[in-house]
């Protein structure tokens, strides 16, 4: 390729769309940081909470779910997608993730992190936001890694394409916090590495770490006391890795934790008991079928993988039906990803649970919807499609359990964040890149007979 020609196809590609990348221009976003109106029309609807409805038609104004019904009209102006041989479905909600985290999951160093926070190194710009979106997801739980016996402080973030962090944090979800057990906070692979090493020892590192929350909590309590009866009295040192674990004492923080062993997940059941917290999930919880009966007598949700097994000595006991069993002995339970591939065919992944379990559709689809919003707390306001709800939906081609379904459009609070259509047509000029630039292009200019 000369060196003219070359000129000339760079100015070409200047003017290429950026929408190539499928990435928001800053005027496209700022449209897409408003809450948005539009009709859905003579769709199927599986609502996940009140049965599948037939030729219905969603109606939202300003990002929330406004009538459910057939033959809805919208106010003029209002953009209507013809849901005709279409399935809308709430949202899909990954609830256990690591998509978009900067610079290592893991803190490897202390068996406590507790201050670490996972939303001070979330990146906006991951194309696996763009690539979950494409499969329906709308919202995910953003976790650190299971190196630490108590991790650090969670994010609930909505896959808001193109927008800051800020404005992808889901508002007011409650704070949570990462535990895990077993092999990873033994450090397995680590065996000369930090306390503990023992599985008897990740449990003691709770508990210690619980003890010393409680004695600080008590500091505090006495300080705050001691004020209220005009006492000049110096306050305690803050201490940033005790006050989440004081936040899981009051009530203010859900702990959610990485477990696989049924007598490691009663082990923390134990701990809730004796220190009178609750726990909100356990995750993977491979053999969480075996105390089904403890779990649920705690209101433990259980977040799982659909048929995942045998791929270290923890899972070795995992089955395809434990999240089915869990849903027939009244445990809620959410199929998570675990993986930023996976979670783009999580709708898949719902379907295993009915093949292998026998579940309702409603259920199944629930694993992947209301399911994980109640374990996250935040299921009055996602994870169905009901009146006054977000318009968090995920439009797809046909049955979302169909083997050959695809999400057409996914939408977060009345706006369209990922669209199919269009992303095919910003296709066109990533071709165009290929085809000039065929053999791969070097910007150099010693191929042009070494002149200047």
């Known amino acids: 390729m000369n060196r003219c020609f070359r ?54 104004r300003a990002g929330k779910i406004t009538a459910i019904g057939p033959k809805l009209t919208a106010p003029a102006g209002t953009p209507v997608i013809d849901g005709t041989g279409k399935f809308v479905i709430p949202g899909i909600i990954d609830e256990h993730s690591h998509t978009a985290v900067d610079g290592g999951v893991n803190e490897g160093a202390p068996s406590v992190s507790a201050m670490a926070r996972i939303k001070d190194v979330i990146n906006p710009h991951d194309i696996n936001i763009y690539r979950q979106l494409a499969g329906g997801v709308t919202i995910i739980h953003i976790f650190h890694g299971s190196a630490n016996e108590i991790g650090g402080e969670d994010a609930v973030v909505r896959l808001k394409w193109g927008l800051p962090v800020d404005e992808m944090l889901y508002p007011n979800a409650p704070q949570g916090i990462k535990f895990a057990l077993g092999e990873n906070p033994k450090q397995t692979a680590n065996p000369h590495g930090r306390y503990p090493a023992t599985r008897q020892g990740v449990d003691d590192a709770i508990r210690t770490a619980f003890i010393a929350a409680q004695e600080y909590k008590k500091r505090w309590d006495d300080y705050h006391a001691a004020v209220a009866r005009g006492e000049t009295v110096y306050p305690p040192r803050t201490n940033l890795n005790l006050e989440p674990i004081v936040g899981i004492l009051e009530g203010k923080v859900l ?36 105390i089904v009966n403890e779990i649920k007598a705690h ?18 006991d995992g089955i395809a039906y434990n999240a089915a069993l869990l849903e027939h002995k009244g445990v809620r339970a959410a199929i998570n990803s675990d993986s930023d591939e996976r979670a783009r065919r999580l709708y898949q992944d719902a379907a295993k649970v009915i093949h292998y379990g026998d579940v309702t559709e409603e259920q199944a689809l629930q694993t992947i919807t209301l399911n994980p919003a109640w374990m996250l707390g935040i299921d009055k306001t996602v994870g169905s499609i009901d009146v006054g709800k977000d318009a968090d939906l995920a439009i797809f081609n046909g049955d979302p359990f169909g083997p050959s379904a695809l999400v057409e459009k996914t939408i977060i609070d009345g706006r369209v964040f990922f669209d199919r259509a269009q992303d095919l047509a910003n296709r066109k000029p990533v071709a165009m890149y290929e085809q000039l630039f065929k053999p791969p292009l070097s910007l150099g200019l010693a191929d042009d007979g070494g002149g200047q």
């Open 299 to 316: 209101n433990i949700g259980c977040s799982t993988f659909a048929d995942d097994w045998s791929y270290k000595m923890e899972a070795l």
């Open 255 to 290: 702990v959610h934790s990485h477990s696989y062993v049924s007598a490691e997940m009663q082990g923390l059941i134990d701990i809730s008991d004796e220190f009178h917290f609750h726990i909100a999930t356990l995750e993977h919880c491979l053999e969480a079928y075996k």
């Open 7 to 60: 000129y000339a196809a760079l100015l070409t590609l200047a003017a290429l769309p950026l929408a190539a990348q499928a990435y928001p221009t800053p005027q496209q976003a700022a449209g897409l940081a408003a809450p948005g109106d539009m009709l859905i029309s003579n769709a199927t609807v599986l609502t996940a909470s009140h049965g599948r409805l037939e030729n219905t038609s969603i109606l939202v």
